[in-house]
């Protein structure tokens, strides 16, 4: 396992500028970003021009706004799962593992329920993404507040459990929930929930990577300040940080990241565990300028990559979030396998 520098210990001992340790290490996570970058062009490249036949405009025009829904929830499940494993200061739990997706689906098909497919429908986009945001950050800081304050730097596995339970609860709401569906508002509510990659709406698109960018860039200006945060509450506090606030301005970029995400290709429950903790591996550093724009990478590498592989390559008609998924949960069963050894529990935590 790659050894993590901690924040706190990468400044120069001399204040006077960074050693050469730090600069070496500064040049190897460049080459990493750089890297990543490359291979994220290459896959946008191959997803945009292999088995091009026909009119080259039309199918440009349609790859393309597939290729922007990837790389748009890409960025989204990055960045929010760094930040929300900050301010829960562990790095097994992600928002779609403590249920965030699930609770996404279970607003819709009740506002579906509720208010009927034509209201929801021909409602604003606006207007429904921020509702959606709001729902999602009050469950956000309450999940916070009950659970994740007083068990964040203890039992893993409890968490993991709160999130499965939570998860399997919403799921089977809207489960019961749709059975008062109409069956044709419920056709229209599947793919209202499930927007798969290849028919995103056009007004969500161009809203969403607008919201992300902000999101995504407002959340790096911040870096110095989650680096702080990342030290826990009490350390926060005697370094002069408001702990409570950084972390409710969390959440809310977490939810509307989500809320984003989910629209846009539907949920992606492991994918965060998987870009975060690899880009950690890649780097070797807790450090939120680098974390952030390489969680991003991985993230997005993985679904354009992955969606190239499969369409292309291989010529499955399989759903690329399942793949997502089963890897992904792999991915965690060996984290907690390897956060029940005792030299590397604090490693995970």
Do not use: K
């Not at 056709?187 to 290849?198: K, N």
């Not at 407002?218 to 350390?235: F, K, N, S």
């Amino acid at each position: 396992m790659t050894t993590s520098t901690s924040p706190a210990t990468t400044a120069h001992e001399a204040g006077t500028g960074p050693s050469d340790a730090e600069r070496r290490a500064a040049a190897r996570r460049w080459r990493v970003v750089v890297v990543l970058a490359a291979l994220v062009l290459l896959a946008a490249a191959a997803l945009l021009l292999l088995g091009v036949r026909g009119d080259w405009g039309f199918v440009l025009g349609l790859r393309g706004r597939r290729l922007g829904a990837l790389v748009v929830a890409g960025v989204a499940v990055g960045v929010s799962t760094v930040l929300f494993q900050t301010v829960t200061a562990n790095r097994i739990i992600t928002p779609g593992i403590m249920g965030f997706d699930a609770l996404y689906v279970l607003v819709q098909t009740v506002a579906v329920a509720t208010l009927g497919t034509l209201v929801v429908v021909t409602a604003d986009v606006r207007v429904r993404f921020a509702l959606e945001v709001l729902v999602l950050l009050a469950f956000g800081l309450l999940l916070h507040a009950l659970v994740l304050r007083s068990t964040a730097s203890g039992d893993v596995l409890l968490l993991v459990l709160v999130g499965v339970v939570l998860g399997a609860t919403f799921t089977s709401a809207t489960l019961l929930v749709s059975r008062v569906i109409d069956p044709n508002e419920a056709l229209t509510l599947q793919d209202l929930l499930f927007a798969r990659v290849g028919t995103v709406d056009r007004q969500l698109l161009p809203l969403g990577a607008a919201v992300v960018a902000v999101v995504a860039a407002a959340a790096l200006r911040r870096a110095p300040v989650l680096d702080v945060v990342a030290l826990g509450r009490e350390a926060a506090v005697g370094l002069g940080v408001a702990h409570r606030r950084e972390v409710r301005r969390a959440f809310l970029l977490v939810a509307v990241l989500v809320a984003v995400s989910t629209a846009l290709v539907g949920p992606l429950t492991f994918l965060g565990l998987l870009a975060a903790n690899v880009a950690r591996e890649l780097l070797g550093t807790h450090a939120h300028r680098w974390s952030l724009p390489t969680a991003s990478l991985v993230a997005v590498l993985a679904l354009v990559g992955g969606q190239v592989v499969l369409e292309r390559l291989l010529g499955w008609g399989t759903a690329l979030t399942v793949v997502v998924d089963v890897v992904g949960g792999l991915y965690l069963l060996v984290l907690l396998v390897r956060q029940g050894r005792p030299h590397t529990r604090g490693a995970l935590l």
